[in-house]
């Protein structure tokens, strides 16, 4: 077993942390221009689209890839619109599976997703605060 007195410990513990946050955090979506998406959809590669509240930004998917991307349309422009414009016939576009995605207005709703998404770098900072503690604590009894 690894003593915890060992100075070099500390700092292994941290890069695990970032590693853990890195990791846990950068889990994006891949920015795709409209065009890539008009391109994706004229082929049939799209089968669902996630539209934000905002009517602006979606996140899709293509067929036989389990990457999600993201992209940015006009807000003014309604989805099917904007595919019947890049070609789409009404049949092409009924495969698509469109809704819309979004924060809730409830408060407790809000909270509870914000506790949820910070809860890993919460418990790597607690951690470290644990072993710096005890760090601290076995150096004073030393002297």
Do not use: C
């Not at 942390?17 to 799209?46: N, P, Y």
């Not at 924060?103 to 949820?116: G, M, T």
């Amino acid at each position: 077993m690894v003593s915890l007195r060992k100075f070099w410990f500390y700092p292994l513990i941290a890069l695990l942390a970032i590693a853990v946050v890195l990791t846990i955090f950068g889990q994006g979506h891949a920015e795709t221009t409209l065009e890539d998406f008009k391109a994706f959809a004229r082929e049939g590669q799209v089968t669902t689209v996630r539209l934000s509240r905002n009517d602006r930004d979606f996140e899709y998917r293509v067929r036989f890839n389990d990457e999600t991307y993201e992209s940015s349309k006009d807000p003014a422009i309604p989805m099917q619109e904007l595919l019947s414009g890049a070609g789409l016939t009404d049949a092409a576009i009924g495969r698509i599976d469109i809704y819309y995605t979004g924060a809730s207005n409830n408060p407790v709703a809000i909270v509870i997703r914000l506790v949820i998404n910070f809860l890993p770098l919460i418990a790597v900072a607690a951690l470290i605060a644990f072993f710096v503690r005890r760090s601290v604590r076995s150096r004073r009894n030393r002297a």
